[in-house]
């Protein structure tokens, strides 16, 4: 049973950063396994940010391009996200996820996923 456990989150100011955590366990983490970060604002759908695939691939959402990086830790079992310049509308739930198949941002897609960590920026 895979197991994705974010951390990270928190309050913080437009222009500030965070470095979001996911760590990964009950499977072999750098497997066929693709990771992501997804988002989800209250009262909107969740939407993809980043992924990294098994191979390395790397996708970025247009809206984070140039200001959020993918990467992980192989050895950690662990996947990140940096967020630097922040703005208010970044606010969201973010939620780690895994998958054996596909490589897109489709969150519907995705098989696992963590319990999320809050992300809030004020103005």
């Known amino acids: 049973q895979v197991q994705l456990v974010e951390s990270g989150g928190g309050a913080v100011q437009a222009g500030g950063s965070l470095r979001l955590s996911c760590a990964a366990s009950?499977?072999?983490?750098?497997?066929?396994?693709?990771m992501a970060w997804f988002r989800q604002a209250p009262g909107k759908e969740r939407e993809g940010v980043a992924v990294?695939?098994?191979?390395?691939?790397?996708t970025v959402a247009y809206f984070v391009k140039g200001r959020f990086t993918i990467s992980k830790d192989n050895a950690q079992n662990t996947l990140y996200l940096q967020m630097n310049s922040l703005k208010p509308e970044d606010s969201a739930m973010y939620y780690c996820?895994?998958?054996?198949?596909?490589?897109?941002?489709?969150?519907?897609?995705?098989?696992?996923w963590g319990q999320g960590t809050q992300v809030t920026v004020s103005s």
């Open positions: 009950g499977y072999t983490y750098s497997s066929s396994y693709h």
């Open positions: 990294i695939a098994n191979d390395g691939q790397i």
């Open positions: 996820a895994a998958t054996q198949g596909t490589r897109s941002l489709i969150a519907r897609l995705w098989n696992y």
